[in-house]
């Protein structure tokens, strides 16, 4: 995309507590370019939530470095690190906004503290506001303001000192999956007319393709894999990508000695009728245990788990038409996104 805005080094994150030392970052190397979307996704307490507040210092690494933007957050006084923060917007689940301010003052806070004179804080929170599409609210306390409205309001204030990162954490849990979708397609918005880099973070492989261009997976405080989101989508390599991207609850019961294949779509037609070619040419009735496909530009890409016959010689038929078509394919056993490799 860019050139390189957030650089992490070996970064581990460890909490001495009542319950004992606990690892919640082991030995992180992540690089993320100006202008990315970047999707950091993982299960309950895998450590995203910890390695975002570690990219602006909120949390204080235990070793390793932070870089932005060229500079070592970790070498900065607490007079440098502040300044530093105000190109570094942040945003909750769970919006964080004052109850005793309106919109437009919520918005002007931080420029507020930045000393900004009120007469052009206002006229930035204003502009701020309508780019959110809240023009019509900015007098409303967040008790009149609806979920998604109060996600916008937090957006605006995030990027009220004009950051050039937008570090998002876990921003849409809270909303139902309509405003889930607003609220990604104005930060999509923001990165493609302001230019602001945006770290999402989130347990949703849904979250990370609607608007990511690349992902790093992170389980049990490490990173298990990264590249770009279309990679890891289609080819996912560790078992957890497997997990996030085909849920094993998802899937509908089927005999346990049951002959499965994972078809993988990397660009084909979409115009294509494939499982329905496959059953009438190879004469196999095929059920689709799980799917998760979608088309860009007239290709499919994704992945879908087929159940076969128990007949050994309509398996071979159907593994030879594949081949002969160039799709993708692997035996799986029917618990292959649960706990075992």
């Not at 230019?195 to 990370?208: D, L, N, Q």
Request: proline share 3%; hydrophobic share 40%; with cysteine.
């Amino acid at each position: 995309m860019g050139n390189e805005l957030i650089r992490i080094e070996h970064l581990s994150k460890v909490f001495n507590g009542a319950a004992g030392r606990i690892v919640a970052l082991d030995d992180i190397n992540l690089s993320i370019d100006s202008g990315d979307i970047f999707g950091i996704i993982g299960l309950s307490g895998a450590g995203k939530s910890t390695l975002v507040r570690c990219m602006n210092l909120l949390e204080t690494p235990t070793e390793g470095n932070v870089i932005f933007d060229g500079r070592n957050l970790m070498q900065m006084n607490q007079k440098e690190l502040l300044a530093t923060r105000q190109s570094i917007g942040m945003i909750f689940q769970d919006f964080n906004l004052m109850a005793q301010r309106n919109a437009i003052r919520n918005v002007c806070y931080p420029m507020e503290v930045a000393h900004m004179p009120r007469r052009d804080a206002e006229k930035r929170a204003k502009e701020l506001l309508e780019l959110v599409g809240l023009s019509d609210r900015m007098k409303s306390y967040p008790s009149q303001l609806s979920g998604g409205q109060k996600q916008r309001v937090a957006i605006a204030r995030a990027l009220a000192m004009n950051p050039k990162v937008l570090l998002c954490d876990e921003a849409t849990s809270a909303l139902d999956p309509n405003t889930t979708r607003q609220i990604l397609d104005l930060l999509k918005k923001i990165n493609q007319e302001l230019g602001v880099t945006i770290v999402v973070i989130t347990h949703e492989m849904k979250v990370i393709e609607t608007i990511c261009n690349r992902v790093a997976v992170l389980d049990q405080s490490h990173v298990v894999e990264e590249g770009m989101v279309r990679d890891v989508f289609i080819h996912p390599q560790s078992r957890i990508a497997r997990q996030l991207i085909m849920p094993a609850q998802e899937n509908p019961t089927a005999m346990s000695d049951s002959n499965c294949l994972r078809i993988v779509f990397d660009g084909y037609s979409a115009y294509e009728p494939v499982i329905s070619n496959l059953a009438l040419e190879c004469r196999a009735a095929v059920n689709i245990l799980f799917a998760n496909t979608r088309v860009v530009d007239g290709k499919t890409i994704g992945q879908m788990l087929l159940q076969l016959p128990q007949d050994e010689t309509t398996v071979l038929r159907v593994k030879q038409w594949l081949t002969d078509r160039n799709i993708t394919f692997k035996e799986e056993t029917l618990n292959v996104y649960g706990t075992n490799d």
